[in-house]
């Protein structure tokens, strides 16, 4: 399984950025496909998770309400839309993905296949 990651760059605060993840190597609609993202000098933590149909969606509280993470199975492909973005968004995001939505999603260890990262920068 191989997952690219895309989207990021520079924007301003209160500005948006859609990222995108394409999934290759397996049926991508049978992937729980999430998205995580690291700050300099901290953890990884979680940002979205969406199950394989789409009808499960789950959020880190910090980004409710500003940040939308969806899929497209026709093209392999899985979304995170931020919006209203602010300067601690700024971090590296990564998609991750696996065959079942464990009940630790939040987890990064819940996935087993991880993207290269796409850089996010927010500035004030």
């Known amino acids: 399984v191989q997952l690219q990651a895309s989207g990021g760059g520079l924007v301003q605060a209160g500005g948006s950025l859609r990222l995108s993840c394409a999934v290759s190597?397996?049926?991508?609609?049978?992937?729980?496909m999430a998205w995580f993202r690291q700050a300099p000098g901290k953890e990884r933590e979680f940002v979205a998770a969406?199950?394989?149909?789409?009808?499960?969606?789950y959020y880190a509280d910090v980004v409710k309400g500003r940040f939308t993470i969806s899929r497209d199975n026709a093209k392999n492909t899985t979304y995170l839309q931020m919006n209203s973005l602010k300067p601690e968004d700024t971090a590296v995001y990564y998609c991750?993905?696996?065959?079942?939505?464990?009940?630790?999603?939040?987890?990064?260890?819940?996935?087993?296949?991880w993207g290269q990262g796409t850089k996010v920068t927010v500035s004030s």
């Open positions: 991750a993905a696996d065959l079942f939505l464990s009940s630790n999603y939040y987890l990064s260890r819940a996935y087993n296949y």
């Open positions: 190597g397996r049926t991508f609609s049978s992937s729980v």
């Open positions: 969406i199950s394989r149909s789409g009808g499960s969606i």
